[in-house]
């Protein structure tokens, strides 16, 4: 195996990797300042965006769970992978040949990530290629008789899995991979006769991640001698976990981003036709339930903060399809987006519908959607013999906490009154059963165990002991506004360092910062110089920092500046590093008075030095506000 990556590569590669571009990837990102982005955090769920990118410093943290790092920590939290595998993979990514050094050993429990991509992606194009041939026949008849031309398949990548059981692992091996990274990756089983392929004489769909990787496949049987299931998927590998990972997302993304808009269609044929019919944000899980983890995907993209989103969810009206809406329904309080269901007319999925009534009634599904909680509504009172009043109490009492689980207060007394018409109960009794609910629902929350914060860590009050650093928050150095304001001082000198004029940086060596654990930010500014605008000077201010500090470092290296306009930036770094030299000025003036006036003429030497020192401490303060 190769060794250890030459340290110039990780360096290069980084600086040729836009940590925006990349984060973009995953998250829909918008400013927030000048140089800076903030979207929902990929780490944990959060309903306001708290993650912030800084382009300019290669860094981003998020304000509300605390993770923070470059581009190679995002890859390997984002991705489970260990450093060397977020280097290969960045490297890859803007196609970079990083060069090892062969005097030490790469060690690893299987194949790398690296590899195991390489792999999909050339089965993927083995499967691809294996469409045209003469055996694949009867996968292009599938396909045609469900309204998917050539040119479809090749948009969607979709390939055809010989029936033989070795054709893929013998073009794999030619191509340099090993049976332990195919069968790593799913692509083969193993049998007592030893490794075969795993998918065989099937319609094969690419499962790619939302950068375009394919992370794995899912296959249709297409032969009656076929004894396995309709639908196969790749099991979970170190690569690919089905529960998240939404087919078709990778097509889906930009104009999920652009319109604030997801469609979950329930299978790959669903999401071809929906996207040839110009509903191009559908996607589909991958043989598992919607699940929290798709959730969390998809308001990354959405950018889901502003409750303005629409998340479309199509199901059959069958039993089955009505089980999975109430547990989409369990799950879309998560969401700050609204929720939709939409049911097609006869119970035909969008692939059905786009073959017997055309394109446009594919797009008129959609667009016929109704709110989530109203379709549930209507399900639950449905089950109920409304002919008794057993039945028709039954069906109040399960369908009122619906109602209560509206989020917009002003549409809950319409539903209400829909509640009561569909039951055929009258108004003040469904009114009851309504607030009934609420308040339980407001009872469970209040009894739920409160989350607790940690203490504040104590103040640090030896700054020469950097070993035991206290971990300060960004946030808690905002309640004093003296504190605060040497926090954003900070803050703008190392977002900004170009913006701070000679002479102020010369005073910001001298002067000495009130809370202590930011004089020692200040005193690692101080020794690390400055280069302007370079992403390597802040990692140089990291690199001097005691461990427990760093975070605190990226907070103010990633934290939104009040001023928005490009133009006044210059003034307002210039003015709030001026306004921290200048209260230092009045602090030194201020000991240098009282010293002079408790010695009196007790001392005349030391008397006429601090004269003159409070001369040249005016002189200074007088000089910086003149500029």
């Not at 040119?151 to 893929?168: E, M, R």
């Not at 499962?207 to 299931?229: E, N, S």
């Amino acid at each position: 195996m190769a060794g250890r990556i030459r340290a110039s590569d990780v360096d290069e590669v980084k600086a040729r990797t836009n940590i925006a571009d990349l984060i973009g990837e995953h998250v829909s990102l918008k400013s927030a300042g000048v140089g800076s982005l903030k979207g929902l955090c990929p780490f944990h769920d959060e309903r306001s965006p708290s993650f912030h990118v800084r382009p300019a410093s290669g860094y981003y943290h998020c304000f509300g769970c605390g993770e923070s790092g470059d581009v190679y920590s995002f890859m390997q939290k984002l991705d489970h992978v260990s450093f060397t595998e977020a280097v290969e993979r960045l490297a890859g990514r803007i196609g970079f040949a990083l060069t090892y050094d062969e005097s030490g050993s790469k060690t690893s429990d299987g194949p790398s990530r690296s590899r195991l991509y390489a792999a999909n992606e050339a089965a993927a194009t083995f499967f691809v290629a294996q469409l045209a041939t003469a055996e694949a026949a009867v996968a292009r008849a599938f396909l045609g008789g469900r309204g998917f031309d050539k040119q479809a398949a090749a948009q969607f990548g979709v390939g055809y899995a010989p029936k033989s059981w070795g054709d893929l692992r013998t073009t794999l091996k030619s191509h340099g991979f090993t049976d332990e990274e195919m069968l790593a990756a799913g692509l083969l089983s193993q049998g007592d006769k030893g490794p075969y392929d795993r998918f065989r004489g099937r319609v094969i769909w690419p499962i790619r991640d939302v950068t375009g990787q394919t992370l794995g496949f899912g296959a249709r049987k297409l032969f009656d001698d076929d004894q396995g299931p309709k639908y196969l998927n790749t099991p979970d590998t170190p690569i690919y976990h089905k529960a998240q990972v939404l087919y078709g997302l990778d097509l889906a993304k930009r104009d999920i981003s652009k319109a604030r808009q997801v469609v979950v269609v329930e299978g790959y044929t669903d999401v071809m036709a929906a996207h040839l019919s110009g509903v191009t944000t559908a996607v589909a899980t991958c043989g598992t339930a919607f699940g929290v983890d798709h959730i969390k995907l998809i308001r990354r993209i959405m950018g889901d903060d502003s409750g303005l989103g629409e998340v479309v969810f199509t199901f059959d009206p069958d039993a089955a399809g009505q089980k999975a809406a109430m547990r989409a329904f369990s799950e879309q309080q998560r969401f700050n987006a609204q929720t939709y269901v939409a049911v097609a007319p006869e119970g035909l999925d969008p692939c059905d519908l786009r073959l017997e009534r055309g394109e446009q009634a594919v797009r008129d599904l959609i667009s016929l959607k109704v709110p989530m909680f109203e379709f549930v509504m209507k399900t639950l009172v449905a089950q109920y013999n409304l002919d008794t009043v057993e039945g028709r109490v039954a069906a109040l009492r399960e369908a009122a906490p619906v109602v209560a689980e509206i989020r917009d207060a002003s549409l809950r007394p319409g539903y209400t009154r829909e509640l009561a018409r569909i039951t055929g109960v009258d108004l003040a009794e469904a009114q009851s059963a309504v607030e009934r609910a609420v308040r339980s629902a407001q009872s469970a929350r209040s009894s739920a165990s409160p989350l607790t914060e940690s203490d504040v860590p104590p103040v640090f009050d030896d700054a020469n002991d950097r070993s035991s650093a206290p971990t300060v928050s960004y946030a808690e150095l905002g309640g004093d506004a003296l504190i605060r304001l040497e926090r954003d001082a900070l803050s703008a000198y190392l977002q900004h360092p170009g913006l701070v004029p000679e002479n102020l940086r010369t005073s910001l060596t001298q002067v000495t910062l009130v809370q202590p654990t930011l004089e020692l930010v200040r005193q690692a500014v101080v020794a690390s110089g400055v280069v302007a605008t370079s992403t390597e000077w802040l990692a140089t201010v990291v690199a001097t920092m005691p461990e427990p500090l760093v975070p605190l470092v990226t907070q103010l290296a990633v934290a939104p500046l009040p001023e928005t306009d490009e133009e006044r930036l210059p003034l307002y770094v210039s003015s709030i590093v001026s306004s921290v030299v200048e209260r230092d000025l009045v602090r030194q003036k201020a000991e240098a008075m009282s010293r002079l006036q408790r010695i009196a003429s007790s001392n005349p030497a030391e008397a006429r030095s601090l004269q003159e020192l409070l001369l040249e401490l005016e002189n200074q303060r007088r000089s910086l506000r003149e500029g």
